[in-house]
Structure formats: C-alpha cells, structure tokens
Nanobody
Framework: QVQLVESGGGLVQAGGSLSLSCAASGRTYNNYTMGWFRQAPGKEREFVAAITWSGGNTYYADSVKGRFTMSRDTAKNAWYLQMNSLKPEDTAVYYC?????????????????WGQGTQVTVSS
C-alpha cells in the first residue's frame, strides 16, 4: 500500500512564497505520475500540477503556470511544489496524489493514492 505524507503549507501574504513536499512509502515508482491538486471551500478539487516519475515531464494548470514549479527527487521518493507570487485565490487545501500510469492526467479520479492535505492560506 502506497502512503503519501505531505508537509509544508501555512499562511503567507500575497506575493509571498511557500513550498510543499510529499513523501511516498518506499518502493519503485517507475511508470507512475505524481500530482498536486487543491480544493477551496465550496469548490471542487482542481488540478494544479503533475510530473512523470521516470522522465520528470511536468504539466501545470493555466492558473499557476509561471508561478508554481513542481519537481521530484527519485532517490527520496518525494516530490515538491514551489509556489511563488502567491495570490489570495490560491488559498485552498493542497493534496498530493499518485497514479499508476505513466502519462499525466488532469482528473482526480485517475489518481490512486492521496495525501492527507495541507492548508495554504494567502492573505491580501
């Protein structure tokens, strides 16, 4: 069973930066894709970013492109989300996720494993 543990998040002023981390239980994740999603109060969970584990290819939602950067460390079984130039509309609970497919999916239903979520709050 794959377990994902998130860390990071918190409260920051608009224009500031935060970093999220997700650590996965030890195993090989070739042909997996890792993602970040977020859910604001009263809204559906939405795709933020994803990365293919083997090739490190990334894809971002238009709303975060140019501000957020996703990376992974295969030796540590971990992936990260560096969030810069944060806006109040980025406020949400952020979830890391993993899917047992080599290609990137934007749909949360395609992901098999989820972290517990971490709150990110951006004040104006």
């Amino acid at each position: 069973q794959v377990q994902l543990v998130e860390s990071g998040g918190g409260l920051v002023q608009a224009g500031g930066s935060l970093s999220l981390s997700c650590a996965a239980s030890g195993r090989t994740y070739n042909n997996y894709t890792m993602g970040w999603f977020r859910q604001a109060p009263g809204k559906e969970r939405e795709f933020v970013a994803a990365i293919t584990w083997s090739g490190g290819n990334t894809y971002y939602a238009d709303s975060v492109k140019g501000r957020f950067t996703m990376s992974r460390d295969t030796a540590k079984n971990a992936w990260y989300l560096q969030m810069n130039s944060l806006k109040p509309e980025d406020t949400a609970v952020y979830y890391c996720a993993a899917q047992r497919k080599w290609y990137i999916s934007l749909h949360s239903d395609d992901y098999d494993y989820w972290g517990q979520g971490t709150q990110v709050t951006v004040s104006s």
